[in-house]
């Protein structure tokens, strides 16, 4: 992760804005964290990341219905393989016993 003072960000925002693409940069004042410029594909993704949730299943199907009502789609094992991954966000660890 690169990181660079919130005054660096703020001198060269464009040049850290084409930075995030590659890498999230962190930003610091006074050598302490205080955010982090992350890119996003879309608004949809923006929205979730701003909220902390993890996407929905819901928001897949909405997606779906999006890129299809443009005649567009996802395909049948993108749209399952988002599935598993939206299962497996769900689940908690299960810790492992020691025999």
Same mark, same amino acid.
């Given at each position: 992760?690169k990181?660079a003072s919130?005054e660096e960000?703020?001198?060269?925002?464009n040049?850290?804005?084409?930075?995030?693409r590659?890498?999230p940069?962190?930003?610091?004042r006074?050598?302490?964290p205080v !955010?982090?410029?992350? @890119?996003v594909?879309?608004k949809a993704?923006a929205?979730q990341?701003?909220?902390?949730?993890? $996407?929905?299943l *819901?928001?897949?199907?909405?997606?779906a219905?999006?890129?299809?009502e443009? !005649?567009g789609g996802? @395909?049948?094992d993108?749209?399952?393989h988002?599935?598993e991954?939206?299962?497996?966000?769900? $689940?908690p660890? *299960?810790?492992?016993s020691?025999?």
């Open positions: 992760m990181t919130a960000i703020a001198a060269q925002f040049d850290y804005l084409e930075a995030s590659k890498q940069v962190l930003i610091t006074n050598g302490k !955010g982090i410029l992350l @890119a594909r879309d993704e929205e990341l701003a909220s902390g949730r993890r $996407r929905s *819901r928001s897949i199907f909405q997606e219905h999006e890129q299809i443009k !005649g996802i @395909a049948h993108q749209f399952w988002e599935v991954q939206s299962r497996r966000a769900e $689940r660890a *299960r810790p492992r020691k025999r």
